[in-house]
Structures are given as structure tokens and as C-alpha cells.
């Protein structure tokens, strides 16, 4: 949502603007986030490159690695925006638990190729003993179809994570557009986790689901 894409040719400050913001008046009401950054446009952009440069030849493990550094680098972008309240490092290994991540922000990247930060933000939540994540997309809620080409398309509110992987499969490939990816949607039904995916543009509707409220986004559980 904040990083170039066909439409907006730079960052969108605008957006980094209004979550800084949003955060910090979270941050002041004893609220703690941790942030788990995806590649979005710019790792499409540079596995697309690499698949033009190098054709058939470039694996699916190389595909993923440009994929995760795409997430390093959102990630140290939104590590220095709250640098003065932020974790002095960046999670990103995920096969141990770092106990000094105590800072009311802790910025999470992408781990190693075979899933997305999906994954990675179910294994926070396991570590950490949370039991909800909120998935910031940019769409109000899953539909059962593209809602950008079918006017009909209807807005779902809750699913099963047994629904969500007949939708997903139980395969992860590069740059896969789902609304959670297979591994994280596997992992989250085993722990009992539970996803609301929102729009992550609506800044009032997501203070609403931090304030237990009636709010706009799909249940997954």
C-alpha cells in the first residue's frame, strides 16, 4: 500500500504519513505492535526481472530470496520511521524467539524462501502468545470473486481456515496472491489462530477491531 506501484510511481508519504501517526497514538494508549512488512510491488518487480533476464532457468528458491530481501528493505524503511520506539533490530529470523523484543514496535521482515510474511507473522504470534492477527490488504474483505472485475461479487465474513485451503491449495509458489498464503493458513489451523483481514487504508476502522468494535473485514478461524 505504501510502496511504488503501476499507478503511484513513488512511496505513497501520504500513507506512511497517516500510519505513523495512527501508531504512535496506539502506541501512547500502552497498545504494542509488532509490524511484519511484505515485498508487494517491489519484490514482483524484481522476480519479474529476474524471470525476464534469466528465463526458464531461475528457481522458485531464488524467485522467494528477491521476494524476502523486498521485505528487508519495507521493513528498514518502517524501522527507521519509528526508530525512537522501535526494536533495535528487525525480526527475521524466525527459528528462535528474541526475549528482548520488548519495544511497543517491533518490525518483522520476510525469513527464507516456501512461504510469504504470512508465515512468518503466524510464527510471531505463536511465540509471542498472540491469539489474533490483522492482515492489512487493500480490500475491505475476501469476496468470492475479483471484486475489481465483477460487480457482483460478494463480500465474505467469516471462513473456516479448512475454507481458506481449499481456496489456497497446499502449495506455495513465488508471488502467489491469496488471502493467506498455504503454509500460514496450515500452521494458523493447528494453533487456533484467528485473522481479520481488513483494508488497511481505513485507519478508523482498524482503531475500531483494536477497540472491539463493529468493524469492516472478513473473520478467519
Known sequence: MFAPNEERKGIDLNYLNKFERFIRKQ?????RFFIITG????????????????????????LDWLGVHATRLNAHLFRTIFRDIAHSWIL???????????SPVVVCSGWKPGWSTDYCAVLIANDYHMDTVI?????????????????DAKPIKKMSWDEVLEVVGDKWEPGMNTPFDPAASKLAKKIGLKTILIDGRDFGNLERVLDGKSYKGTVIE
Open 39 to 62: 515485498g508487494g510491488y517491489v519484490a514482483r518487480e524484481y522476480r519479474d526481472a529476474a524471470a525476464r533476464a534469466v528465463g526458464t532457468k531461475i528457481t522458485d528458491e531464488d
Open 135 to 151: 492482515s492489512l490488504t487493500n480490500v475491505d474483505y475476501i469476496y468470492d470473486k475479483d471484486p475489481k472485475k465483477y460487480k
Open 27 to 31: 502506541v501512547a494508549k500502552k497498545r
Open 92 to 102: 527475521k529470523h524466525y527459528d528462535m524467539v528474541d526475549k528482548k523484543a520488548t
